[in-house]
């Protein structure tokens, strides 16, 4: 069974720029998180989605950021104008419902903003 | 503010040791606590988890000791081996809310 998987790998941008990161969920996961570690920090929860409604999305930054997810199946986070602060590996995870405690996390994409 | 507090940020033990790491949290409405592993280039994967209603809980080399009254956990790893060199976070979980709160990670390196 494939993972969770992300791309790109890694994005270096300019500020003011914007970038579309995406994730591709385990196939049947309905659960589907956006996390964000930025230099060295904590991991940070940034929203969740229950299929394709946002069942929480009290971890966004503010409005530069954007995440949906069409037909409940993979995701996509936009960050538009990206800025320095918005540097940092941003993770997807997801789980089977019911099971928010097991999430199964991507490899996570490496985002700069110079 | 930050709602799980993780020490050490780094931590160096010989191939054998007992490397523990320790963490602390403040929301009592934290009803699951697991520990995740991470490699390099890899995202985090779930180690082992406690539920707040045991004190201890063994998965192969790896221990969790829970202290619910301290509200304190550590994660402990017996015959520590240079594969088990990685970052570690602690997480906390509630049912109610669905998101993992995570610890500031620790960097564990095993020297052979």
């Known amino acids: 069974e494939a993972g969770v998987t992300q791309f790109p790998s890694h994005s270096v941008i300019e500020k003011g720029q914007t970038v579309t990161l995406r994730c591709d969920p385990i196939?049947?996961?309905?659960?589907l998180y956006w996390y964000r570690r930025v230099m060295g920090k904590e991991i940070k929860f940034l929203l969740h989605?229950?299929?394709?409604?946002?069942?929480?999305e009290s971890g966004m930054p503010n409005n530069r950021f954007l995440a949906e997810r069409t037909g409940g199946t993979y995701s996509t986070l936009k960050v538009q104008p990206a800025e320095l602060e918005d540097s940092g590996v941003y993770f997807c995870?997801?789980?089977?419902?019911?099971?928010?405690?097991?999430?199964?996390f991507g490899p996570g994409t490496r985002l700069t903003v110079l | 503010q930050q709602q799980v507090k993780q020490s050490p940020q780094s931590l160096i033990v010989q191939k054998g040791g007992i490397p523990i790491i320790n963490c602390a949290y403040e929301?009592?409405?934290?009803?699951?606590f697991p520990w995740y592993q991470q490699f390099p280039g890899k995202g985090p994967a779930l180690l082992i988890a406690i539920r707040p209603d045991v004190s201890e809980k063994k998965e192969g080399r790896f221990t969790i000791s829970f202290n619910k009254s301290a509200k304190q956990f550590s994660l402990h790893i017996m015959d520590s081996q240079p594969g088990d060199s990685a970052t570690y976070f602690c997480a906390a979980y509630s049912f109610g809310n669905e998101k993992l709160t995570f610890g500031t990670g620790t960097r564990l390196t095993i020297i052979p």
């Open positions: 995870a997801s789980s089977t419902p019911g099971r928010g405690n097991e999430q199964f």
């Open positions: 196939s049947g996961h309905d659960n």
């Open positions: 929301n009592t409405a934290f009803d699951y």
């Open positions: 989605f229950v299929k394709e409604s946002k069942q929480d």
